[in-house]
């Protein structure tokens, strides 16, 4: 059983920077952030293949990265120049099978999710 365990959100300021982390346990070969702001659907951040290769959201593509520690099991959401609009409950959603550029875009697509880390950014 895969186990996600996501942490390192908080409160920043405007321009400010967090870094979120995300614990896979068990084989995945895609790790994927998701968010959900008050009100909103949950959309997708940013996703990182086994073999290396990223995908982000046009939201985030300049500020964001995403990258692994394979020893540690370990995915990273390194968030730059906040802003207010990217305030959310941020999830970590990992997957064991293939998909495709456009497939991991979608959230029915993974089948093991976190329980969700608040990220606000104050204006």
């Known amino acids: 059983q895969v186990q996600v365990v996501e942490g390192g959100g908080g409160l920043v300021p405007t321009g400010g920077s967090l870094r979120l982390s995300c614990v896979v346990s068990?084989?995945?070969?895609?790790v994927s952030w998701f968010r959900q702001a008050p009100g909103k659907e949950r959309t997708f951040v940013a996703t990182?293949?086994?073999?290396?290769?990223?995908h982000y959201a046009d939201s985030v593509n300049d500020r964001f990265t995403i990258s692994r520690d394979n020893a540690k099991n370990t995915v990273f959401l390194q968030m730059n120049n906040l802003k207010p609009e990217d305030t959310a409950v941020y999830y970590c959603?990992?997957?064991?099978?293939?998909?495709?550029?456009?497939?991991?875009?979608?959230?029915?697509?993974?089948?093991?999710w976190g329980q969700g880390t608040q990220v606000t950014v104050s204006s």
């Open positions: 959603a990992a997957e064991s099978g293939l998909l495709g550029g456009h497939e991991v875009r979608r959230e029915y697509e993974y089948k093991y």
């Open positions: 990182i293949k086994s073999t290396g290769i990223t």
């Open positions: 068990g084989y995945t070969s895609i």
